[in-house]
């Protein structure tokens, strides 16, 4: 009885910071914005990247990988720079999105096709072109990261009609990608539910 008791304040306690959170960010000007901000760029994704309607950023605490994780990359990429002024297209980089499990990452080489002349006075392209001339990768930082036991497929997702901004909002905005939704299993669960997809544990874990 006692271990139930202390289980429920532990609850309502969790339950009331949320909400002191919620009502002193209403009476922030500036947190009013930099919600507004982050809303901007989790457009689009499912259940605003809630697996219930409880689960709030702040409760991320114990997570290594919170929402809003946006590690340093070994060079400053920005996909709004990229994608919404020069036009490119998703693919032309994440070329195995569609037809592989992963999104794949972009070889140096790849990027070396325009920066051999895009750019080439910049710190950061001569430090690609090193490492392209040394034939070493670059070693990004991965910022949607899944427990080791579950698995997510890209080309079953992008063939059965889920657009990127489902799980990873409005990267096409972003100077540094960073993270949007939870990826808890609760919010993959109720995604496959309200579209008939298949929930059996094997579908998702090893």
């Known amino acids: 009885m006692n271990v139930r008791r202390s289980w429920i304040l532990i609850i309502i306690c969790l339950l009331s910071t949320v909400m002191l959170g919620r009502l002193g960010a209403e009476g922030s000007g500036s947190a009013v914005a930099q919600s507004t901000e982050s809303t901007d760029k989790a457009a689009g994704v499912w259940r605003d990247g809630k697996a219930v309607f409880s689960d709030e950023p702040m409760l991320d605490i114990f997570n290594p990988y919170q929402r809003g994780y946006k590690p340093e990359q070994p060079i400053p990429f920005s996909h709004k720079l990229h994608v919404e002024k020069n036009k490119m297209e998703c ?36 430090k690609l072109a090193e490492h392209y001339e040394q034939k070493k990768p670059l070693e990004w930082e991965p910022v949607h990261n899944l427990p080791e036991h579950a698995v997510f497929n890209h080309e079953r997702h992008v063939k059965a009609g889920v657009g990127c901004n489902k799980c990873h909002g409005q990267v096409n905005e972003m100077e540094v990608v960073e993270k949007v939704s939870s990826l808890r299993m609760g919010w993959c669960v109720s995604c496959h539910r309200m579209n008939g997809a298949s929930i059996d544990c094997s579908t998702c874990h090893y």
């Open 91 to 126: 693919q032309y980089c994440h070329s195995g999105v569609a037809k592989s499990p992963y999104a794949t990452i972009p070889p140096v080489e790849l990027c070396m096709g325009c920066h051999a002349h895009v750019r080439t006075e910049s710190p950061y392209i001569q």
